[in-house]
């Protein structure tokens, strides 16, 4: 089973700045979405940015401005740049695709082990 290889996680200042990377083989030529998620201490995951085959991306209200997706098709690579870090986003960070049908290959996938980020003075 494809397992996706995060990393790039570690501790900074408040108003730090960190680049996850997630790489999964196939991801791009099978067109997936690939959604990142944190889990704080305590909490539930949540539900954090997306970017789609076609570069699009999504965010959650509170990282908007502050995190930016990217991603590199041939290294089937993508790029969670985060700046201003706060707090608050202190989490266990992961990421994960996901396909349009339920049968798409790109649910198959599990889940990675997730980059820790700690952002506190």
């Known amino acids: 089973q494809v397992q996706p290889v995060e990393s790039g996680g570690g501790s900074v200042q408040p108003g730090g700045s960190l680049k996850l990377t997630c790489t999964v083989p196939?991801?791009?030529?099978?067109?997936?979405?690939m959604n990142w998620y944190r889990q704080a201490a305590g909490t539930q995951r949540e539900w954090v940015a997306r970017?789609?085959?076609?570069?699009?991306?999504n965010y959650i209200d509170s990282v908007r401005g502050r995190f930016t997706l990217s991603k590199d098709n041939a290294k089937d690579t993508v790029f969670l740049q985060m700046n201003s870090l706060k707090p608050e986003d202190t989490a266990m960070y992961f990421c994960?695709?996901?396909?349009?049908?339920?049968?798409?290959?790109?649910?198959?996938?599990?889940w990675g082990q997730g980059t820790q980020v700690t952002a506190s003075s």
């Open positions: 970017i789609y085959s076609d570069g699009n991306t």
């Open positions: 196939g991801f791009t030529s099978h067109k997936c979405v």
């Open positions: 994960k695709t996901v396909g349009y049908s339920p049968a798409d290959w790109c649910n198959t996938v599990s």
